[in-house]
């Protein structure tokens, strides 16, 4: 990479502060759900899958989802803790690009976030096996129905198997829409507690 000087019109020092703030505004403009962003992850001989998952929020530099460790994404975090994000808001011309390593939130952050979520989601929670291979719908909502009896009359407990985890990113890039396809690309790289911000070419 050439070595120049920092872009003087980038968004902002740091590039979390401006997503919160393009999430909000993304949000405002009525964006079909906004805080949808594809999470790419890879096998440790680096064969790669992605998927549509929805942010739970940023909490000290880091973003947080939530997974059931069974599932094929879990299973991939689990081996090869690298993986990528990208947020498209197209009614806003902009997108937010994330690469980090992904860390397991603590128990009780887990604990405090599926107690937050309605008794339908938390029963979901225990009916599927994720990524696992079914039969049939039938044999889901069998399962539903299962969970449905066990906690009658009780609080759902969390699964083991289901939890919050952080993704951690050393890098972001800010990318914003221009004419003629001259977008407007801004990269940010850690560096220590700030961030050091390129402008790229589109």
């Known amino acids: 990479m050439i070595d120049v000087p920092p872009p ?8 979390l502060a401006i997503f919160a703030m393009w999430l909000r505004e993304a949000a405002e403009r009525g964006a079909c759900t ?12 680096g064969r790669p899958s992605v998927r549509m998952v929805l942010y739970k929020g940023l909490v000290d530099g880091a973003l947080r ?3 059931n460790s069974a599932s094929r994404k879990g299973q991939e975090i689990a081996s090869n803790p690298s993986a990528a994000v990208v947020f498209y808001w197209p009614e806003l011309g902009r997108q937010v690009r994330m690469e980090g390593r992904v860390e397991r939130a603590s128990a009780s952050e887990s604990d405090e976030y599926f107690a937050s979520r309605d008794r339908s989601s938390q ?4 009916a599927s096996a994720q990524s ?4 049939t719908r039938t044999e889901l ?5 299962g969970a449905r009896a066990r906690f009658e009359g009780r609080p759902v407990e969390r699964p083991p198997h289901w939890g919050v985890l952080c993704l951690v990113p050393s890098r972001v890039e800010l990318w914003i829409s221009g004419a003629h396809r001259l977008h407007d690309r801004f990269l940010y790289e850690r560096s220590g507690d ?9």
């Open 123 to 126: 029963l979901g929670a225990w």
């Open 132 to 135: 696992q291979p079914i039969a």
């Open 65 to 67: 989802l939530v997974t």
């Open 8 to 15: 003087s019109d980038a968004p902002g020092p740091d590039p």
């Open 34 to 45: 906004p805080d949808a962003f594809a999470l790419a992850t890879a096998t440790l001989d």
């Open 194 to 202: 700030s961030w050091r911000v390129t402008r790229l070419a589109p």
């Open 141 to 145: 909502e069998a399962a539903f129905e």
